[in-house]
């Protein structure tokens, strides 16, 4: 006689072959979660392939045994005809990426945000292949808000999501948002606030193009400090290339104990974990490179980010103790070099905000997040066994916006996998 057969069984052996679709806009704020992504599920054992646009940078050396596909998409553009030209060209992309999912069969697509990446999570939805976002900010992307009704979870990086209506919060689960592998390395590098007359270490990051108000506010407020305490300050400053030769005719005659000027740091991991405060941006990047290492920071979001969500970003930090925001209206050199006064005089105040930060952060959100996808796919069963230190959870902590700050991290991954279940079921 047969013995029945197990049709889950049968249909999670057959997604375990699948590949796993990652769509991702080309700039480095969509595109190193994936990267994160891709290397997390690969070590798993899983197959992945990205999909971007015609402009966006893959993985380049990083990851050369993932394959890329690339579709058309664009951006809304100013006017009438850029609004039409952009339609076309999504609607184009659309048709390439409905054939994609026809010729990869992928077991799920998680999208990264970015135009780029609309036209594949949709053409999933429309294939019913489940789809899984990804939201790095502390307010939902536009191109989020255009595919988060058919998509079976959203993984955050913030405790709060604006612009996330009421009926999607079901589908949250709180991942992070992964940071690179030589940052997390960093994560349990100690915080040593400044001594009473020891270096003071200020590292100044302005994002991937540098700010030029940076470059402007920051010799004025050093210039107005008492002169012992910025022969303590140990500088480190990016600029924009067009701003280094005036920043640095303003910066030497302040008698700093060292100063260091560069378009681009090459070695952020390292000065992070060696910096006393850090003065910088708010990018979803920045923010989760600030955490992991447990960094105090004065935040000074981009004021021209699409919907503001860098001053949301910086918000959340602020609330928790973990960071000072400072709207870009009032960084100026007296109110920063005030701030820096009261900071650099309270190691203390330092130290707690450090404390904070770290607590906020987490270096395991690459693979709480492959743990959310794959327990997506098996309808809330365990997407990993290997969890050796589990924690129990209070049962109001079955709430997707209470599962991220556990006692640890392996508790962190399996709330991740707990919440997806809670939404399969």
Avoid at 207 to 217: N, P
Avoid at 222 to 229: V, Y
Wanted: charged letters at 20%; hydrophobic letters at 45%.
């Amino acid at each position: 006689m047969r013995r029945p057969t197990d049709l889950s069984a049968t249909t999670l052996d057959a997604n375990a072959n699948k590949v796993i679709v990652l769509a991702a806009g080309g700039t480095g704020g969509h595109m190193f979660p994936a990267e994160a992504l891709a290397r997390e599920l690969l070590s798993r054992g899983r197959a992945v392939t990205l999909v971007t646009d015609k402009r966006g940078h893959a993985f380049g050396e990083n990851l050369p045994e993932v394959p890329v596909h690339r579709i058309r998409a664009a951006s809304p553009g100013a006017g009438i005809v850029g609004k039409l030209k952009a339609a076309l060209q999504m609607g184009l992309g659309l048709l390439e990426a409905r054939a994609l999912m026809r010729r990869l069969d992928p077991a799920a697509v998680v999208g990264f945000g970015g135009y780029p990446s609309v036209p594949t999570v949709y053409a999933a939805i429309q294939s019913k292949v489940p789809a899984l976002l990804h939201e790095q900010n502390a307010v939902l992307g536009r191109a989020n808000r255009m595919l988060i009704a058919g998509a079976s979870r959203i993984a955050v990086a913030f405790p709060g999501i604006e612009k996330l209506g009421e009926a999607q919060r079901a589908k949250i689960v709180r991942t992070g948002n992964p940071v690179r592998p030589a940052v997390a390395a960093r994560r349990l590098s100690p915080y040593e606030a400044p001594g009473a007359a020891g270096p003071i270490r200020l590292l100044v990051m302005g994002g991937s193009q540098g700010a030029r108000v940076f470059s402007e506010v920051i010799p004025a407020a050093l210039a107005l400090l008492p002169e012992e305490m910025r022969a303590r300050i140990h500088l480190a400053q990016q600029c924009r290339p067009e701003d280094l030769e005036a920043a640095r005719d303003a910066l030497e005659p302040l008698g700093l104990a060292r100063l260091e000027l560069q378009t681009f740091f090459r070695d952020v991991p390292e000065r992070l974990a060696a910096c006393h405060l850090a003065v910088t941006r708010a990018g979803a990047s920045t923010i989760a490179e600030l955490t992991c290492v447990g960094r105090p920071a004065i935040l000074v979001p981009y004021p021209h980010a699409t919907d503001d969500h860098q001053t949301a970003n910086a918000r959340h930090l602020a609330e928790a103790g973990a960071a000072w925001l400072v709207p870009q209206p009032s960084f100026t050199a007296q109110a920063l070099a005030e701030r820096l006064s009261s900071l650099l005089a309270d190691p203390q105040a330092l130290a707690a905000s450090a404390r904070a930060a770290h607590e906020w952060g987490t270096a395991d959100a690459a693979t709480a997040l492959a743990d959310a996808v794959l327990a997506m796919l098996d309808g809330g069963r365990a997407a990993r066994t290997d969890h050796t230190d589990p924690v129990k959870t209070d049962p109001k902590q079955t709430d997707p916006s209470l599962t991220d700050h556990d006692q640890s991290h392996n508790a962190r991954r399996s709330a991740a996998g707990a919440s997806a279940k809670g939404a399969a079921e």
